[in-house]
């Protein structure tokens, strides 16, 4: 190898070496909200009554590898009234959605602080092989399970 070539070798591995890397966004704590009370519809109250939980854990379940004191905080507040608006319609589950605002702030990073809507429709869901949708209802621990998932995936996506 000539030492030009060996010169250019050396510096390509230099700027690569100093490029900046585009690290994932790390996270220091989830919150997720919702009022039950506000929901009117009993029934769509007892079937959401383990939202908040279950779908902060899902997330942390996402980011475990990104968690770090000095990362952003997620907050997400579901919105009561499409929850139970989904439940009462007689469109079908296919039709129906979860929603919520999403709140991203750092104490520490200037330029991680964001909100937005998101919501998820079910007919966006991946349901699980053998899933007979023609049985499946929004009282279903399928149907269920499956928006808390597809949500908690949305959320850590937008992160980056």
Known sequence: MSRFTFAAFLSALALGAASPV???TE???V????????INNPQAATVWSNIATDLQNAIVGRITDRIDSDGV?????INEVELANSFQSAMGIADSKLAGRIN????????????????VSFD????PAGTDITVLTIESPVYYATMVEIFAE???????
Do not use: G
Request: no cysteine; proline share 0%.
């Open 22 to 24: 585009l690290a994932a």
């Open 27 to 29: 996270v220091k704590e």
């Open 31 to 38: 919150e997720v909200s919702i009022d039950l009370n506000a």
């Open 73 to 77: 905080k997620i907050s997400v507040d």
């Open 104 to 119: 991203i702030s750092s104490e520490t990073d200037n330029t991680k602080f964001a909100t937005y809507d998101l919501d």
């Open 124 to 127: 966006q869901a991946y349901l």
């Open 154 to 160: 949305r959320v850590v996506e937008n992160l980056d």
